[in-house]
């Protein structure tokens, strides 16, 4: 493989992070319809079953570049400020700021790209129309419901997935000895990302709700909802396909991250 020379570590992260991103979404999107279908209030059979899996991929195609892009060049540029600026402390509190702080960044282009994603998704509606429906009867600020609701689910889906991450390949890396290979931090990313889906499915639930609706409403509400008109169980709808999702994405985001790296 041809190793290109590069002085901008920002730049690097920007193209293995977008490339990554574009890779996976493409890859895993058919689960990522599953997923939200079987998490909407109207069941999974009215919200369009198996049919159409790739339906609402053109947001993604656009979006899912910057989002991840963002997101990596703030994860990174965060540690290596951390150690430029010789901070004490536990990396994995470096870890989890830096993740944090990447999310809040990359949700600026996620949740427009997500609303709309979903909305297509469900319905027949095209990806234009439903664009145009959202500014013409929200505005701009349509584009952003659920931000907040979103944000807490990504944000702690990264606090538990980044640090997992980079302490499975450390460990990994004493056992034998060596740096590990991109398919190797792959599978430690995937392993973290299985634990996190798991825990913050039921704030994943919350926020598909969310965007779904027509009107307006909090997440208090929905939560409030979802327990008393559906049960507990109701909020870890579509926790098997998130986590398949999320453990092959994981596979592949990481393992092209890494790859893309080595090039730069």
């Known amino acids: ?22 890779v996976v979404d ?34 993604v195609v656009v979006g899912s570049v910057p989002h991840a892009a963002l997101f990596f060049c703030t994860y990174d540029s965060v540690k290596a400020l951390s150690e430029k600026m010789s ?8 870890h989890m700021g830096a993740a944090s702080l990447g999310e809040v960044v990359a949700c600026v282009v996620g949740v427009p790209v997500e609303v709309v994603k979903q909305r297509r998704q469900v319905s027949n509606m095209s990806s234009g129309k439903i664009v145009q429906r959202i500014w013409n009867g929200e505005g701009g600020r349509g584009f952003y419901r659920g931000y907040l609701s979103t944000l807490s689910r990504e944000v702690p889906f990264s606090l538990i997935q980044m640090p997992l ?24 990313g995937s ?4 634990v996190a889906a798991v825990i913050t499915n039921p704030l994943d639930v919350v926020k598909t709700r969310i965007m779904l609706a027509e009107g307006e409403m909090g997440p208090r509400q ?39 790296k080595l090039v730069f």
């Not at 493989?1 to 574009?22: D, H, I, N, Q």
């Not at 909802?225 to 986590?243: K, M």
């Not at 398949?244 to 991250?257: K, R």
Request: negative net charge; contains cysteine.
């Open 1 to 22: 493989m041809m190793v290109v020379e590069t002085s901008s570590p920002f730049l690097t992260s920007l193209v293995a992070g977008g490339t990554a991103g574009l």
């Open 26 to 59: 493409v890859t895993v999107y058919p689960l990522d319809t599953l997923k939200t279908r079987l998490q909407g209030k109207e069941g999974f059979r009215l919200l369009g079953g198996f049919n159409n899996l790739f339906k609402g991929i053109g947001p």
């Open 87 to 94: 901070l004490k402390g536990s990396d994995t509190l470096v």
């Open 165 to 188: 991450w980079e302490l499975f390949k450390e460990e990994w890396s004493r056992v034998v000895e060596r740096n590990l290979r991109s398919e190797e931090s792959a599978v430690c």
């Open 191 to 194: 392993m973290g990302g299985v």
């Open 222 to 260: 929905v939560l409030r909802n979802i327990c008393q008109e559906e049960g507990l169980g109701s909020l870890f709808a579509g926790v098997v396909p998130r986590t398949v999702w999320i453990a092959v994405g994981g596979l592949i985001f990481f393992g092209v991250y890494e790859e893309v």
